[in-house]
């Protein structure tokens, strides 16, 4: 039998793997990526991209496709406390003019499009049951789909399967740091809902967010912590949240349907180890209040993708992690709920500021190394 | 019938041809009619849209018989009964004929002309466009939808068209057209004008905090650069600087080190010029880059002439240029604040421009009218940005060259500092040891709180000049050394030059290797600071710019000037210095006034114009200088424009003698100068007509608030309306003296005709004066409720006017509650107005309802009571944006959490009701309610006597109401007292007296022997202190405020000096 050789074998094609694979892709490595849901599944997410995630998109010349989806674009934010609402325009930085939300039907679909576009091999319907290893180092992996069970080598397999990881469970990649609180999630898509922008509320106990998507949906998700979220309604839940909203969602079309996240606290894996790596949710996971998930995947397929080229997988590690150590605290602290009024703005003032250098560390990828200007 | 509408540029109207004549449109209402309708899809409109767009302000009823006339007018000037149909409720405009209107044809071509691309149906679109739509109207609301799109459809004709000159006319900040321009002129080979067009687009960029060229234009510019034959880099001064500084240096590592640990402090770095400061903060930041920190400079004077605040806000705006991002955290009212002060711009004093009589437009009023302490936001507004900057490493904030900052700067900056104790910040200022009060002033408060340290920056000893002299001139002698310490004196800037350039250096000039033409193009350019652009350049050296860029050229060669992001700036203040040190005074003079003229062309702000002419010693500097007090007074930096008040005195004539003697009363006023009364006093010798009435009241105001009762009444003698601006001015001084006089009847009278005078906006000042006399006067006659209930009646459909109307109460209230009106008294009347309220759905006064109850119960000690309503009454206002009320119930809520012990949950209501209080319009009576509560709140007396002080910086002496003052100056009394701070004690004593003699009859009077008993303990007079308190006890129990007998009849705390 023809075992398959690869440079770089993926399990996940979300986003944190389609990225990966296109990168890679691009760079004239041999690529496959496998996923055992279909080509352009919707799943559950909070689709809100930051100024860092749409940056990425823009850099790899995939914001037009997402753009042209009809994604809305999004230039205002406002934070709703209970003591008042705060409003921030979105003023073109770092090459980006507005902020997106994509439905992940078109966001993962534009993404496995540049992958395969890029050179990459996808494979859907495609589970990995197991990673293959000489004994010291990771060599391949299991693949099986409706047909049959097979393995592929490469030289690197990279676990790229949510925070439920399983490729992160086989190589034993250990946690290096673990978050204590969680919040559980009720996700739905409101139509006709007056919304012209990212909304956030917190208030003490529960946190909601109004996040306009494709076809003038607007996904409404409310968090509280996982403990005591039981026996609490979605529509309890959000007049707690966004009490100020009452009125406008009373004038809109609730949702059909609801999604759940039960909650799981924040963690920090090992990135890398002899033949794996890991990316997005599989080795980087933080509650989904920061609604930062995607923009973090984007950016660390880039940094990961990086490493490999540059020969240096390991140095993958250090620089996810140096720019995730704020965020990742400061969202497990929001997570706790254990806030009131003033601190809440203090600790979105930090995830400001952990953001901030998030986007200037990706912008200054593209920059040149030589010297500029004395300023 | 044939008819043309013109609306693109100004409104024309033809019929077969015929113009109508502009002067038959003799009824301003018969042509909007025409205007909107023409607008309208079909030219046909519902009639209540056309009452609605036209008289928003009436009610149908009342509009519909103007609709009528208007139609009638309208048909009169167009010459034909058909022009307009009104039937059922429909009005048409031509609807029986055929008309073109000029913005459909526009809008259309443009449509298809952007739609297709081609050139040709570009042109012709363009041709249509004959200017901004209805530029006669531009504040009708109906028509700015419209105006807009046509105009965004202009730009993107002329974007297409590649008219890239035009666009910039219509849009400075247009990105593409710089950039296109850009490659043009680099294509051409013109790399000097390609880097200009460069910096015109950072320029007009920078008007907004954190906006910047995109990284592809600056790439772009960096090829230009690099295409050039690049200027030799820059003398790497910052390592040379630091030999000999290795202890400084490690001092300020550990403070930026202990910075980091969220305890911020100030460093304030001394030392004469050329020592070497710059070099040492250089060497700074680059170690707080090197740990993530984040950082912005402002410099300064980097020209002369800046806006209040400018190094300050330079530092700010440095910071969001480097982090763009991070203003994705910051409120838009905040960054509205920032950029608004940046633009030395302030909304209510400059729509007044060009309307009306400049006499009125410029008087005095504008200091007393719609100011809501506009200073006091943009201190919170920069805090706000330091805190979110600081929330990640850390931050690092210098201003250079303090000494030469305004005074407006150094309020901000110490504001800044006492807010970072708490923060990852590091505030580092440099300064020369020469005269700066301001700075002196700041630096004593500071060090006082142990925020602020000091380091003096010393010359360099011999074994330090040594290694400094080597690193130029390896082959240095021992023997040449000794002679180069002895000649710099130990001063690295002066040692390197010698070592460089020989001993020449040191003989007279810095200035070497440049010829006498450029050196005069330098000197031209020197004079107007130290930072500059390629246009500025060009125009201050009044060269073509052939020989401009030439001088550029070997100005950069000779590193005397340097390039940086903005343009450029000369390599060392030194060497500015020592091109203007050259210049004799007659031919400064002349350049300066040349600088003046070059500057206005470029039109630079009347601030740097009126600086040179100023200095030219030309009596033209003095409207310029007017116009750039009346700048910096908008912005709250009073002391600055009073000094450029002052400097322009000697030299004004006739009109500007009459502004600036105005003005300087009005300045003195806003900052609580009883010498306001003299400047008025002059001012009314020299003003005539509205003016001088309107400086009249002004003075009579002045006089009544500094007590002397005979001068206003003199000054308000024979004045009557004359129905002009003035008279609301004037009826209310005249109401307000029968008051102080005790003639209560005409007081009222007056105060009656004042309110039909007065335009019922929110936010006026005169209004919220008005109200609150009038409550003075109802209270009076016993009748404060029953002109609460008609105010209530009054604003029930107006909720912004209700607003007004009870912040416009609530001093009066508190007269009433601390006034002989038994409490359950005024629990009773605030239930009543209640439920008078809530039938009426008059939400606002069911919050001040509930709010006044709270206080009453608070007062007498019924703390569940005053629980229950102040935190209804915190929600209520809340709901409605009521700020100021949230404000003052937060307040009041923070007293019971004192009453109730917990001084930890009455500090955090205090910090949430503050920048609540600072940004409503009544901000003058709040502050010094919710500091006097801070003051109380305390955790002990240091840390009181330090909240006097913090209270002391932020509303200074600027603002204040002389009722709400005394909620301030008792508590403040106590805390210095209670550290045995005597001097501080007694002048704030004497400012209660002052403020209590307004209380007459009210339990203030015992506040105040409470205030004195204290004093008297820190005086070690331990009877008299004892007798005061059981006189205060028993003046506190008639007044029927039990919590605040208990406090006195437990006696004082132990002095603890």
């Known amino acids: ?375 | 019938m044939r008819v043309e509408i013109q609306l693109l540029g100004g409104f024309d109207v033809r019929v077969d041809g015929d113009a109508v004549d502009a002067g038959t449109w003799e009824r301003k209402q018969a042509a909007l009619l025409v205007k909107l309708l023409a607008l309208a899809p079909k030219r046909r409109l519902h009639r209540e849209q056309c009452l609605d767009a036209i008289w928003p302000e009436l009610t149908l009823d009342a509009a519909g018989p103007r609709l009528h006339k208007a139609a009638h007018y309208a048909r009169k000037a167009l010459g034909t009964r058909d022009a307009l149909v009104l039937r059922q409720d429909t009005v048409a405009l031509f609807p029986s004929a055929e008309v073109t209107v000029d913005v459909d044809e526009f809008e259309h071509l443009a449509v298809r002309a952007l739609h297709h691309g081609d050139a040709d149906a570009v042109s012709t679109a363009l041709a249509y466009y004959r200017g901004p739509l209805l530029p006669d109207d531009l504040y009708d609301e109906w028509a700015i939808a419209r105006r807009e799109h046509a105009r965004a459809l202009h730009l993107d004709l002329l974007r297409q068209a590649g008219r890239w000159d035009a666009l910039l006319r219509e849009d400075p900040a247009d990105e593409d057209a710089h950039v296109a321009l850009m490659r043009a002129y680099r294509d051409a080979g013109d790399h000097r004008a390609a880097l200009r067009q460069y910096e015109r687009m950072d320029r007009s960029l920078r008007e907004e905090l954190g906006m910047a060229p995109s990284p592809a234009a600056t790439h772009l510019r960096d090829e230009i650069l690099a295409a050039m034959a690049a200027p030799p880099a820059p003398p790497a001064i910052a390592c040379d600087a630091l030999v000999g500084r290795a202890g400084e240096l490690a001092t300020l590592s550990r403070l930026l080190e202990e910075a980091g640990t969220g305890r911020g402090r100030a460093v304030l770095l001394s030392g004469p010029p050329g020592v070497g400061k710059t070099a040492l903060i250089e060497a700074l930041r680059e170690q707080a880059f090197a740990s993530g920190w984040r950082g912005g400079v402002g410099t300064a004077a980097a020209v002369e002439g800046a806006w209040p605040y400018a190094p300050v806000l330079e530092a700010m705006a440095d910071l969001g240029r480097r982090h763009p991002a991070l203003l994705d955290g910051l409120d838009d009212l905040y960054r509205a604040e920032i950029d608004r002060a940046r633009r030395g711009e302030d909304a209510p004093w400059h729509r007044e421009r060009g309307d009306g009589p400049r006499a009125i437009a410029r008087g005095p009023d504008r200091i007393g009218a719609p100011r809501p302490l506009g200073h006091q936001r943009l201190f919170i507004a920069a805090a706000e940005l330091m805190r979110l900057a600081s929330a990640g490493s850390g931050l690092l904030l210098v201003v250079d060259d303090a000494h030469d900052a305004d005074e407006a700067s150094m309020r901000l900056l110490h504001y800044l500092a006492r807010n970072a104790t708490t923060e990852r910040v590091l505030l580092v200022l440099a300064r020369r040891n020469v005269k700066a009060p301001a700075l002196d002033e700041m630096r004593a408060s500071l060090q006082h709180r142990g925020v602020l340290v000091d380091i003096d920056l010393g010359p360099l000893d011999l074994d330090a000049t040594h290694a400094l002299v080597r690193r130029h001139r390896p082959d240095a002698t021992d023997e040449t050394v000794q002679k180069i310490f002895t000649l710099s004196g130990g001063i690295p800037f002066a040692a390197v030059e010698v070592a460089r350039r020989g001993e020449d250096a040191l003989d007279g000039s810095v200035v070497g290797g440049i010829d006498n033409a450029t050196r005069e193009v330098l000197q031209r350019v020197a004079i107007a600071g130290m930072t500059f652009d390629t246009d500025e350049f060009v125009a201050l050296s009044g060269r073509s710019d052939e020989k401009a860029f030439a001088a550029l050229d070997v100005a950069l060669g000779a590193s005397v000037i340097e390039r940086v992001e903005s343009g450029y700036r000369f390599r060392h203040a030194l060497v500015r210095e020592a091109l203007l040190a050259d210049l004799a005074p007659h031919r400064r003079r002349q350049i300066d006034r040349d600088a003046a003229d070059r500057l206005a062309a470029l039109g630079a702000s009347p601030a740097r114009i009126g600086h040179h002419l100023l200095r030219a010693g030309d009596p033209a500097a003095v409207p310029h200088l007017l116009d750039a007090a009346e700048t910096e007074a908008a912005l709250g930096a009073y002391r600055d424009a009073l000094e450029l008040v002052d400097a322009v005195r000697p030299h004004a004539r006739g009109q500007d003698a009459a502004r600036c003697s105005a003005l300087r009363g009005d300045l003195l006023f806003a900052l609580g100068d009883t010498t306001a009364v003299s400047a008025f006093r002059e001012a009314m010798q020299l003003t005539t007509g509205s003016e001088q009435r309107l400086v009249r009241a002004k003075l009579a105001r002045a006089a009544l608030y500094s007590g002397d009762m005979d001068l206003a009444g003199v000054t308000l003698r024979g004045l009557e309306p004359a129905g002009d601006l003035a008279d609301s001015a004037i009826m209310l001084a005249k109401a307000n003296h029968a008051f102080f006089s005790g003639d209560i009847a005409t007081a009222t009278r007056l105060a009656e005709h004042a309110r039909e005078l007065v335009e019922l906006e929110t936010g006026n000042w005169q209004l919220l004066d008005l109200i609150a006399l009038q409550g003075l006067l109802a209270h009076n006659r016993g009748e404060w409720y029953e002109q609460l209930r008609v105010e209530l009646n009054r604003t029930r459909d107006a909720p912004n006017l209700a607003n007004a109307v009870f912040d416009g109460h609530l001093c009066v209230a508190e007269y009433l509650l601390y006034g002989p009106v038994p409490y359950g008294e005024v629990l009773e009347l605030a239930e009543a107005l209640r439920a008078t309220a809530a039938r009426a759905g008059a939400v606002r006064a069911v919050a001040f309802a509930a709010a006044l109850a709270g206080e009453a119960a608070l007062l007498a000690g019924d703390l569940e009571r005053a629980e229950r309503e102040l935190q209804e009454a915190v929600d209520r206002h809340r709901e409605l944006s009521a700020t100021a009320g949230e404000a003052h119930s937060l307040q009041r809520l923070a007293e019971l959490r004192l009453a109730q012990g917990d001084r930890a949950a009455a500090t955090e209501l205090l910090q949430r009701a503050l920048p609540l209080a600072r940004w409503s319009a009544i901000a003058l009576h709040l502050l010094q309610r919710i500091y006097g509560t801070m003051i109380r709140a305390a955790p002990g007396p240091l840390e009181a006597r330090a909240a006097v002080e913090m209270a002391d910086a932020a509303h200074g002496t600027d603002d204040f109401c002389p009722f709400c003052q005394i909620m301030f100056e008792v508590p403040a009394v106590i805390a210095c007292a209670d550290v045995g701070d005597l001097d501080a004690a007694s002048s704030h004593y004497a400012a209660a007296e002052r403020s209590a003699e307004l209380w007459q009859g009210t339990a203030w009077q015992a506040g105040l022997l409470e205030a004195r008993a204290h004093v008297a303990a820190a005086r070690g007079e331990a009877r008299e202190a004892a007798t005061l308190l059981d006189q205060a006890a028993a003046e506190f129990e008639r007044a029927g405020q039990p919590l605040d007998v208990t406090r006195c009849r437990a006696g004082l705390p132990a002095p603890s000096i």
């Not at chain 1, 996940?12 to 041999?30: I, N, S």
């Not at chain 1, 993962?108 to 495609?126: F, M, S």
């Not at chain 1, 990961?304 to 990742?328: C, I, N, T, Y």
Request: charged content about 20%.
């Open chain 1, 1 to 375: 039998m023809n075992v398959e050789h690869y440079d770089a074998v993926i399990v996940g094609a979300r986003p944190a793997g389609a990225a990966t694979a296109m990168l890679l892709a691009r760079a004239g490595l041999d690529v496959l990526v496998v996923d055992r849901s279909e080509y352009g599944r919707d799943t559950l997410s909070t689709h809100a991209l930051m100024r860092a995630g749409v940056l990425q998109l823009a850099r790899w010349g995939l914001l037009e496709a997402v753009v042209a989806a009809g994604t809305p674009p999004i230039r205002r934010t406002q934070f709703h406390y209970e003591d008042g609402t705060s409003e921030i325009s979105l003023k073109p930085a770092a090459g980006v003019d507005a902020l997106y939300a994509p439905r992940r039907t078109v966001l993962d679909a534009v993404l496995v499009d540049a992958a395969r576009d890029a050179g990459a091999t996808v494979r859907y319907g495609t589970t990995a049951t197991d990673v293959v290893s000489d004994g010291s180092c990771v060599t391949g992996i299991s693949l099986r789909d409706e047909r049959s069970e097979y393995v592929v080598r490469a030289r690197l397999t990279i676990g790229a399967d949510g925070m439920n990881s399983r490729v992160a469970r086989l190589v034993g990649a250990a946690t290096t740091r673990a978050g204590r609180h969680a919040s559980a999630f009720a996700y739905g898509y409101w139509t006709g809902l007056d919304v012209d922008g990212y909304e956030w509320f917190w208030r003490p106990g529960v946190m909601g967010g109004f996040i306009p998507t494709n076809d003038g949906a607007v996904c409404v998700c409310v968090g509280a912590p996982t403990e005591g979220f039981g026996g609490v309604s979605y529509a309890q839940l959000l007049e707690r949240a966004a009490p100020d909203a009452r009125e406008r969602l009373a004038h809109a079309n609730p949702p059909a349907a609801l999604r759940r996240f039960a909650g799981r606290p924040g963690h920090l894996r090992r990135a890398t180890g002899p033949g794996w790596a890991l990316v997005g949710d599989a080795g980087y996971f933080k509650d989904p209040l920061s609604t930062h998930g995607i923009t973090d995947a984007l950016r660390d397929a880039e940094l990961l993708a990086r490493a490999v080229v540059a020969g240096a997988v390991q140095d993958f590690e250090a620089e996810r992690d140096r720019l995730s150590e704020q965020l990742f605290g400061v969202v497990d602290e929001l997570a706790a709920y254990e806030w009131d009024n003033g601190q809440v703005r203090r600790l979105l003032l930090a995830l400001s500021s952990a953001m901030t250098d998030e986007v200037e560390a990706l912008a200054a990828l593209d920059r040149p190394q030589v010297p500029t200007m004395p300023v």
